[in-house]
């Protein structure tokens, strides 16, 4: 059974075989990794990348050596709960930027995402596509595999835990409800109770659900947001244009980037705080060829070029001329309306729209805006797990994050160390990528197929049904 909060990767069962054939079982994946390196941590998503997309990282798009070939009767049965529409979080975000992987590298098997769009009459931008096209794409993948019975949208989880049924036997006991219309007048959403048993559970929340916080004070403030999307409505609304007073955006990955770069395009000023310096190797800047993403590179332009000098006084962005022409005469006229404070941090905000910076040597700075959005990542909701999941991460004294305590899985098999039956694929296990994604999900499917054939080879009597609904059916 595979549960999902967010579907984003559907998997139809197929086999894959290669030119070349070994003597090993082409499901013994801990074999075939061998010597296998990449950009993935994940043996296993390192090898399906490179039999999926050979030489990708050199942006070549060259044939696969790999065979797809539809066999239902192979299939394992599975079930997606999810908040949404198949695509999950690429319906939320802002449709009009640019996915930061290439075009091929979002695409799942038995569909290129070239194709698709070219039968839609679209065209790649840079070899890439907006999150909004990438949504579609998605939700057209599950319909045009065949999939739509095993996506049960508008669901949300409530509880996953342990139970053993009458015949002795411990399965996983999945509880929630999901929005319908009712059958009354006036189209009234409803919640219905639902609960799910089923001999496997697969995590693929991804980490966009709880936006990370600084825990300073002042942060429940009106003006304090955290997400991009709080921006987007400001903007919409009309309540931030060129007359506001400056946006405060903190963070310094590629969600502040977009929001530097919609509020720069609005010609509202903007201040941008992060708390490495410029040059820091781990940037995600630094790492990104400067010919495909323009659009980034010209914000880490800004992030160098207009920053600001401690002990000077700070430029009242609010009184600079927007169309100042770059004579050389001020610092701070090659990107009118713009000032990044590198190595600093947020220390508190106050009531009357000011925000007090600090940076390394203790040294504080005043801003007076007219909204701060805190971009600096997010968590997952687990909270349908016991103690919100901490105990399957690497540390179970901190909080599950992609990038510092992803939950400890077999590299392998992606089955959770410290819960068996119980796997984890994408963001949770350090993955963020949509091409690494698919090689978690091959190994998944990998050992729950090696795990039924054992049974079936020690003839074990278990039920045949690998899921089981009560309470009510789930509509797709």
């Known amino acids: 059974m595979f549960y999902n909060s967010i579907p984003l990767l559907m998997y139809f069962e197929v086999r894959f075989t290669h030119k070349r054939r070994t003597k090993k079982n082409f499901a013994d994946l801990e074999y075939l990794c061998e010597g296998v390196e990449g950009r993935s941590s994940n043996p296993v998503a390192v090898l399906f990348d490179a039999l999926l997309l050979p030489d990708g990282d050199f942006g070549v798009d060259c044939a696969s050596p790999l065979i797809w070939r ?43 995402l070239k194709d698709w769009m070219r039968d839609k009459r679209r065209n790649l931008r840079n070899d890439r596509a907006t999150p909004a096209e990438i949504a579609s794409y998605y939700q057209h993948y599950v319909s045009k595999m065949g999939l739509e019975k095993s996506f049960a949208c508008g669901t949300t989880v409530t509880s996953v835990s342990r139970v053993s049924l009458e015949s002795g036997r411990s399965v996983w006991k999945i509880q929630g409800l999901q929005r319908r219309a009712s059958s009354g007048e006036g189209n009234e959403v409803i919640e219905v109770p639902f609960s799910v048993y089923a001999e496997n559970v697969v995590l693929a929340t991804g980490t966009h659900d709880i936006p990370a916080r600084l825990g300073v004070d002042g942060e429940n403030l009106p003006f304090v947001c955290h997400s991009f999307w709080e921006l987007e409505a400001a903007i919409s609304s009309g309540r931030l244009d060129r007359a506001s007073e400056p946006v405060l955006v903190v963070g310094a990955g590629l969600t502040a980037a977009d929001a530097v770069l919609a509020a720069h395009h609005l010609n509202t000023p903007v201040y941008h705080a992060f708390r490495r310096p410029v040059s820091d190797p781990a940037l995600i800047f630094n790492q990104l060829p400067k010919l495909l993403y323009p659009e980034y590179h010209k914000v880490h332009q800004m992030m160098s070029q207009q920053q600001h000098k401690v002990g000077e006084k700070v430029v009242n962005l609010s009184n600079q001329p927007l169309s100042s022409p770059v004579d050389g005469t001020s610092p701070y006229t090659r990107y009118p309306g713009y000032l990044s404070f590198p190595k600093h941090h947020v220390a508190a905000f106050k009531p009357d729209g000011k925000c007090v910076l600090e940076d390394e040597r ?30 399957l991460s690497l540390d179970s004294k901190e909080p599950i994050s992609c ?41 998944i499917v990998c050992d729950i197929v090696q795990k039924q054939r054992k049974k079936r080879q020690e003839k074990c009597t278990t039920s045949s049904l690998n899921i089981q609904l009560s309470n009510c059916t789930l509509e797709a």
């Open 70 to 112: 539809h066999e239902p009767e192979r299939a394992t049965p599975h079930l997606v709960l999810g908040k949404g529409p198949p695509g999950g979080a690429w319906h939320a975000m802002e449709g009009s930027m640019l996915t930061l992987s290439l075009a091929n590298w979002m695409e799942l098997p038995g569909l290129k």
């Open 403 to 443: 990038r510092r305590n992803p939950l400890d899985v077999d590299p392998y098999t992606y089955e959770c160390v410290k819960e068996p039956g119980m796997y984890a694929m994408g963001p949770l296990v350090g993955e963020n990528f949509v091409r690494f994604l698919k090689g978690g999900a091959l190994a």
């Open 362 to 391: 203790g040294l504080q700075t005043v801003l007076q805006v007219s909204m701060a959005l805190v971009l600096i990542g997010a968590h997952p909701n687990l909270s349908f797990l016991p103690e919100h999941g901490r105990p």
